[in-house]
């Protein structure tokens, strides 16, 4: 890769991982007590499947970006001094797992359920969670925000890493092989 684009590559994977541990501390940290009908009743993220997922997906995410940040000073001696794997395996192996469906696909269960907690649903007799637990669904609104805006940046990220992979299969190189 070109020393522009890894000084970006490092740029974007870092912000990413801020996004990311943003969003999981948002979300696992979101609680609310409140009376409710003479009960006590609190409201975390624990409360709908999706946003537990979404912590788990989110925290996965940014241990694996944290991993490719430190894997970059170290890039160059690998590539130095082991003869396998080869960059090009190298290149495939981060463009496969630098894909963001994961992360986009776990935002929007967790935007899909949390409408729910926002609107209810009167033919399974949910109520309004929204209206009575305004800091928890606002706090929510924000981990969601985060997390999509972390998407982002996961999807340019893995536009790098395409260019870095498919750079490697150049025309002429390839008519080169062919040839042999």
């Known amino acids: 890769m070109e020393v522009g684009l890894v000084e970006m590559s490092v740029f974007l994977r870092i912000c990413a991982i801020l996004f990311l541990v943003l969003t999981a501390s948002l979300l696992g940290s979101d609680a609310q007590t409140k009376l409710v009908f003479y009960l006590e009743r609190k409201a975390t993220f624990r409360d709908l499947d999706a946003l537990i ?81 305004t800091r928890f669904c606002i706090q929510i609104g924000g981990a969601l925000l985060c997390g999509y805006v972390a ?19 150049s025309p002429k190189r390839f008519l080169s092989l062919k040839e042999k």
Not at 102 to 114: D, G, K, Q, R, V
Not at 151 to 169: D, H, K
């Open 53 to 133: 997922i979404l912590v788990y997906v989110e925290s996965g995410a940014a241990c694996y970006y944290l991993l490719q940040v430190c894997k970059s000073p170290f890039s160059a001696w690998f590539e130095g001094n082991l003869k396998w794997p080869s960059p090009i395996c190298l290149a495939w192996v981060c463009f496969l797992l630098d894909q963001a469906y994961i992360t986009f696909a776990a935002n929007s269960a967790a935007l899909e359920s949390s409408l729910f907690a926002v609107t209810g649903e009167k033919e399974f007799q949910w109520m309004k969670l929204c209206n009575r637990f």
């Open 151 to 169: 998407s982002f940046l996961m999807a340019v990220i893995s536009f790098l890493s395409a260019f870095n992979l498919f750079r490697n299969y």
